[in-house]
C-alpha cells in the first residue's frame, strides 16, 4: 500500500506565498512523476505543475512564474512553492504521484487533497 500525505495548505491574502508538501510512504519501487492538481467549487481538477525523476517539469498556464515544484532530496518528497498568490488560486489542492511496483507494475496515486483559500 501507498499513501501520500500533504501538507502546507491555508488561508492567506492575495500576494501572500504558500508551500504545500507531499510525502509518499510505503511499498515503493521507483517514482516516476510527482506533481499537484487543483480543483475548484464547480470546476473539473486541473493539472497545476508535475515533475519527473529527471528533472522535467511542467506548469499549467496560469501559474508560470508564481509557482515552482521540486522534489526533495528523498525523491519521495514533492513540494510546491506558490508565490503572488491570486483568489483564481482558491481550490482544493491534491498530490499525484505514479509509482512504480516493481519494473513493470505501476499506479497513480492520490492524495486526500489540502485546502488553500486565497482572500482579496
Known amino acids: 500500500q501507498v499513501q501520500l500525505v500533504e501538507s502546507g495548505g491555508g488561508l492567506v491574502q492575495a500576494g501572500e506565498s504558500l508551500r504545500l508538501s507531499c510525502a509518499a510512504s510505503?511499498?515503493?519501487?521507483?517514482?516516476?512523476?510527482m506533481g499537484w492538481y487543483r480543483q475548484a467549487p464547480g470546476k473539473q481538477r486541473e493539472l497545476v505543475a508535475t515533475?519527473?525523476?529527471?528533472?522535467?517539469?511542467t506548469y499549467a498556464d496560469s501559474v508560470k512564474g508564481r509557482f515552482t515544484i521540486s522534489s526533495g532530496n528523498a525523491k519521495n518528497t514533492v513540494y510546491l512553492q506558490m508565490n503572488s498568490l491570486k483568489p483564481e488560486d482558491t481550490a482544493v489542492y491534491y498530490c499525484n504521484a505514479i509509482i512504480f511496483h516493481s519494473p513493470s507494475t505501476s499506479r497513480s496515486y492520490w492524495g486526500p487533497g489540502t485546502q488553500v483559500t486565497v482572500s482579496s
Open positions: 510505503g511499498i515503493i519501487f521507483i517514482i516516476n512523476d
Open positions: 515533475t519527473t525523476t529527471s528533472g522535467y517539469t
